[in-house]
């Protein structure tokens, strides 16, 4: 059996679990069946979040936004797909590049949340990289593969689009959470496509298995963890929209892969599924680098104004990133 969490109540995960408590009390949107006035609602306690907990962006990195019309091809709704840039104000053309995948768990979460704006600009400037996160399409609208797809989309687009100003031979791809799954797929489905492959891949916390299998850390799941798996179950991955790539760990096939970051949290659900994940690819000949996050909740990464063990997290995805795109020189 796992032991019950133990923290003490002045730990900055703590207070941050009770001003989500605080925060979620005055927005009863968080529990509505529309997905719409939840994601209002989460954005809403997200953004309150980030501004206690989170470092605010540094001003030397540039952010934009760049729109990229989705080909009439692609699954679910058209329309354009928005990319989110961020750029170190002194980083020399072309620019090595991260294209990375927000979280949210497939329904909810946003590009413009200010927590991802901080998050970002923050390894932008820390590791050296452009980073252009992905405003992918999300579920019931658009269930898998929209968001895969869309990770691909912007992934090409990185690769051709002049503006863009990308060293092709340093582009890679990561996301955490949920955006972690789109990734991890996505890393799969261009080594079956052939040409140029993503330098790294990165991992946070990737959400890759959808059934519960009796794992040790799956006691840390309360009843809304299990109830929210269940929907996502139902609106984003029904068996009828599943293929070859959709469950991440029932892929027979994981050689061939670029070297990949995968970081779990100590007392996270996903965490002994998302280690299993990163034993697999290390016995498909991968090069992986596994790091788990002791002290840390899903989640909990992004609180780098109160945690010394949020700014460990951050420091070692940096640590990792700077080497993997030869930016530690």
């Not at 002045?10 to 605080?22: G, K, M, S």
């Not at 019309?69 to 104000?89: C, F, I, N, S, V």
């Not at 929209?241 to 659900?269: C, H, K, N, Q, W």
Request: contains cysteine; glycine residues 8%.
């Amino acid at each position: 059996m796992t032991e019950p969490i133990q923290l003490d109540l002045n730990d900055p995960v703590t207070v941050w679990l009770t001003r989500i408590a605080e925060h979620g009390a005055t927005l009863p949107g968080l529990r509505d069946p529309d997905t719409t006035v939840r994601r209002r609602a989460l954005k809403e306690l997200s953004d309150r979040l980030a501004v206690e907990f989170t470092a605010p962006s540094p001003s030397s990195v540039l952010i934009s936004n760049r729109c990229i019309d989705r080909p009439e091809t692609d699954h679910g709704t058209q329309g354009r797909l928005w990319l989110r840039r961020y750029l170190p104000a002194d980083l020399t053309s072309p620019y090595p590049t991260q294209v990375w995948c927000h979280g949210g768990g497939f329904l909810l979460g946003s590009v413009d949340e200010i927590v991802n704006d901080r998050i970002c600009a923050a390894r932008a400037e820390a590791t050296g990289l452009q980073i252009l996160s992905v405003g992918y399409r999300l579920a019931p609208e658009d269930p898998y593969p929209a968001s895969v797809e869309d990770l691909l989309l912007a992934y090409d687009t990185a690769l051709q689009d002049p503006d863009l100003d990308v060293d092709s031979s340093r582009l890679g791809i990561g996301g955490i959470s949920s955006g972690g799954y789109v990734a991890a797929v996505a890393s799969v489905r261009i080594r079956d496509r052939g040409g140029p492959q993503p330098i790294h891949v990165a991992l946070e916390s990737p959400m890759l298995a959808f059934e519960t299998s009796g794992d040790p850390s799956e006691s840390f799941a309360s009843d809304a963890d299990l109830s929210f798996l269940g929907e996502v179950i139902v609106s984003f991955l029904p068996p009828a929209v599943r293929d070859a790539y959709a469950l991440p760990m029932e892929i027979e096939d994981l050689s061939g892969l670029p070297p990949t970051l995968v970081i779990s949290s100590e007392f996270d659900p996903l965490r002994d599924s998302t280690e299993r994940y990163a034993n697999r690819l290390r016995e498909a000949g991968n090069a992986v680098d596994l790091i788990r996050e002791p002290g840390h909740l899903h989640g909990s990464s992004v609180l780098t104004a109160t945690s010394a063990r949020s700014r460990d997290w951050q420091a070692h995805v940096r640590d990792v990133l700077r080497g993997a795109y030869r930016t530690d020189a």
